[in-house]
Each structure stands twice: as C-alpha cells, then as structure tokens.
C-alpha cells in the first residue's frame, strides 16, 4: 500500500519513469539483502523495502502505460502486463528452488535476479513515448 501509493504521489512530482527505475533498484537492493540474510531484522528490512519497491513498480507500469499509450485499451494492457507479471513471479521461485536443489545454494538464483533487475534498469531508462502515426 505505501509503494502504490508514496509511489503515485512520487511519480507525479519526479515522472512515471524515474517512479519506475528507483522501483526497481529497490528491489535488485532487496533481493541484495538476501545475499547477507542472517537474522530477523534483515528478513523484516528485505520484506519492507521489497513490498514498497514492488507496489511502487505496479502503480509506474500502470502511469507509462496510461501517458504512453493513453487510455482507450489501458485495461486490456495492464491485464496483458499483469498476466505475465504473474507467469514469471509464479516461475521466479520455482527456478530458484530448482538451482538450490543442483547446487545447494540459492546465490546463482539472486545473482540472476539482479542480473534482471539491473537490465530492467537500463530498459526503463532507455524508454521513449512511442511516435503515433498520423490517423
């Protein structure tokens, strides 16, 4: 709820793009976290800062969405983005489970995860409205 919602009232001051990039450096930081996860504290510092990460991802999607392409087929793309959203968060831990199972840590499952995030990073920076055709 604070990331959807510090996320909007964020996004509106600092733009949609720049909502989205510090999202997802939050998160490649949370999952960083996990790397040192020894105690508690730092499970409830992961939790936190990756809730709140996560719920301000959500809400950017859903302003680039709406500023670059409007909003005459915005529910049909958030369900398209949300879909897969959630295939890969579903895959996300199964693929982790599978590298702890072949090799008996979970660090190349989190390396890769931020592998993603970090190009995610880049790819948010990189994003440009998309010219529209004349009618």
């Not at 730092?42 to 301000?56: E, I, K, N, P």
């Amino acid at each position: 709820i604070l990331g959807r919602v510090g996320g909007g009232v964020f996004a509106e001051k600092k733009g949609w793009q720049f909502e989205m990039v510090i999202a997802f450096i939050g998160m490649a930081t949370a999952i960083l976290l996990l790397y040192f996860l020894k105690n508690l504290l730092v499970l409830y510092l992961f939790a936190l800062v990756f809730g709140v990460c996560h719920g301000g991802r959500m809400i950017s999607q859903t302003g680039i969405l709406g500023a670059y392409f409007g909003t005459q087929s915005l529910g049909e793309l958030i369900g398209i983005l949300n879909a897969i959203g959630t295939l890969v968060g579903a895959l996300g831990p199964m693929l982790a489970g599978f590298v702890f199972d072949r090799s008996g840590s979970y660090l190349p499952a989190l390396a890769s995860f931020i592998l993603f995030y970090a190009v995610a990073i880049v790819v948010a920076l990189r994003l440009r409205p998309p010219r529209l055709l004349p009618a």
